[in-house]
């Protein structure tokens, strides 16, 4: 079980960005995959999950409205759309799966893509 997250960089505030996570060893439709995000001197933060099924979808209230959350079947890979980004977004994402359906966790976590908000 593998999950790369890829698409970070450096944005200046109200920027976008598209991350993607390409999976391997499992097959993503099956199974719920988050992303997560931590920066220096904070927790971890769940950002955003995804189930299977019917897709339906989870968003830490500090990127609702602002972060999205989709999933391509076909190229195994998770997406976060990320616009109006602000400063405090700035941390490493990581996309993760318990390989349970509707549930997201951190038993598989991928290597992160850094995303630096400033200007």
Not at 26 to 37: L, N, Q, V
Not at 81 to 88: D, F, G, R, T
Request: hydrophobic share 30%.
């Amino acid at each position: 079980v593998q999950l790369q997250a890829s698409g970070g960089g450096l944005v200046q505030p109200g920027g976008s960005l598209r991350l993607s996570c390409a999976v391997s060893g499992f097959t993503s439709d099956y199974y719920a995959i988050g992303w997560f995000r931590q920066s220096p001197g904070k927790e971890r933060e769940g950002v955003s999950c995804i189930s299977s099924g019917d897709g339906s979808t989870l968003y830490a209230d500090s990127v609702k409205g602002r972060f999205t959350i989709s999933r391509d079947n076909a190229k195994n890979t998770v997406y976060l759309q990320m616009i109006s980004l602000k400063p405090e977004d700035t941390a490493v994402y990581h996309c993760a799966t318990d390989l349970e359906p509707d549930h997201c966790g951190t038993a598989y976590w991928g290597k992160g893509t850094l995303v630096t908000v400033s200007s």
